[in-house]
């Protein structure tokens, strides 16, 4: 056979030349970086400066009266106790969910995987609203509840009820792919030497997924103390009783206490840039210890 002519200093069989590889423009990434910045800009710093100055720009002594008003004390009580239930429940459902879909594989694990996510993809307010069709005065258990004492609608449990279903999912969808990626083979060896599942589970599952562990708590916190649109819906947003620290936000602004509602928003702005510290640094130590396994 005939072997095919050889291109010989860039030159190919039929006469034309080798084009080299277009090269990228210089000012594209440059352009691409600045809209991006300038889009961060109006939604994100700019506003989030401007909370920080409407709330400092007369000095502490207005922040520091309006951080003692009473009723925006009763308000973050009412947002730490909520997270402090919720955070709890939501990590021990994400503990057995995970450990279920990550180790076993059945019929309906696909199913249980999209229930997980739902909270993700429903509105709050439709989440809140799908609570008092259901425990309100006119819902399927309302009726039952109110006849035995128990007020769920417009009361504390309705409010945990939807602070534990938004910030459900993170546990779980955090904890799994680091089970996936751990495998079962220092289970099986545990259980070989004798151990049980208990402390199998506490002596090396739980180490061999903390970072993941912590980071699924972390975001479930902030998802708690920050919930505003299911909260709203089942709480009656009732000053000084049902109000949590978002909602008293709202209701400080419309009512025209602009710095009242400014000096909230910086707590509160404050809890947002402390989970991201915390999440940076988790997010590095589960790298690195991903890393080290392989």
């Keep these: 056979m005939k072997a095919n002519p050889v291109a010989v200093n860039g030159a190919i069989p039929n006469g034309t030349t080798a084009r080299s590889p277009a090269k990228p423009k210089k000012w594209v990434p440059i352009l691409l970086i600045a809209i991006a910045l300038t889009f961060l800009a109006l939604v994100l710093y700019i506003p989030a400066i401007n909370v920080f100055y409407q709330a400092f720009h007369k000095g502490f002594g207005p922040l520091l009266h309006n951080l003692s008003n009473p009723t925006f004390l009763h308000a973050v009580r009412m947002t730490v106790l909520l997270a402090a239930i919720a955070v709890p429940i939501n990590t021990i459902f994400g503990l057995c969910t995970a450990w279920a879909l990550a180790n076993k594989q059945f019929r309906g694990r696909t199913l249980l995987l999209s229930l997980i996510d739902l909270p993700f993809?429903?509105?709050?307010?439709?989440?809140?609203?799908?609570?008092?069709?259901?425990?309100?005065?006119?819902?399927?258990?309302?009726?039952?509840?109110?006849?035995?004492?128990?007020?769920?609608?417009?009361?504390?449990?309705?409010?945990?009820?939807?602070?534990?279903?938004?910030?459900?999912?993170?546990?779980?969808?955090?904890?799994?792919?680091?089970?996936?990626?751990?495998?079962?083979?220092?289970?099986?060896?545990?259980?070989?030497?004798?151990?049980?599942?208990?402390?199998?589970?506490?002596?090396?599952?739980?180490?061999?997924?903390?970072?993941?562990?912590?980071?699924?708590?972390?975001?479930?916190?902030?998802?708690?103390?920050?919930?505003?649109?299911?909260?709203?819906?089942?709480?009656?947003?009732?000053?000084?009783?049902?109000?949590?620290?978002?909602?008293?936000?709202?209701?400080?602004?419309?009512?025209?206490?602009?710095?009242?509602?400014?000096?909230?928003?910086?707590?509160?702005?404050?809890?947002?840039?402390?989970?991201?510290?915390?999440?940076?640094?988790?997010?590095?130590?589960?790298?690195?210890?991903?890393?080290?396994?392989?």
Excluded: C
Aim: no cysteine; proline share 3%; aromatic share 10%.
């Design 121 to 294: 993809a429903i509105s709050p307010v439709v989440a809140g609203l799908m609570l008092v069709l259901l425990y309100g005065r006119q819902g399927w258990f309302g009726g039952w509840l109110l006849d035995h004492g128990i007020r769920v609608v417009f009361a504390f449990p309705a409010m945990l009820l939807a602070t534990a279903f938004v910030s459900m999912p993170f546990v779980a969808r955090e904890v799994i792919p680091v089970l996936e990626e751990e495998g079962t083979d220092q289970e099986e060896a545990a259980h070989t030497l004798g151990a049980n599942h208990w402390q199998t589970f506490w002596r090396v599952t739980v180490p061999n997924i903390r970072w993941g562990l912590l980071y699924g708590i972390l975001l479930t916190n902030a998802r708690a103390m920050g919930e505003f649109g299911a909260v709203s819906v089942v709480s009656g947003n009732v000053a000084g009783k049902t109000q949590s620290l978002p909602l008293y936000v709202e209701e400080a602004y419309k009512g025209y206490e602009t710095e009242a509602a400014y000096s909230a928003a910086v707590l509160l702005a404050l809890l947002a840039i402390v989970t991201l510290i915390v999440k940076e640094i988790l997010e590095r130590k589960t790298g690195g210890s991903m890393r080290k396994g392989h």
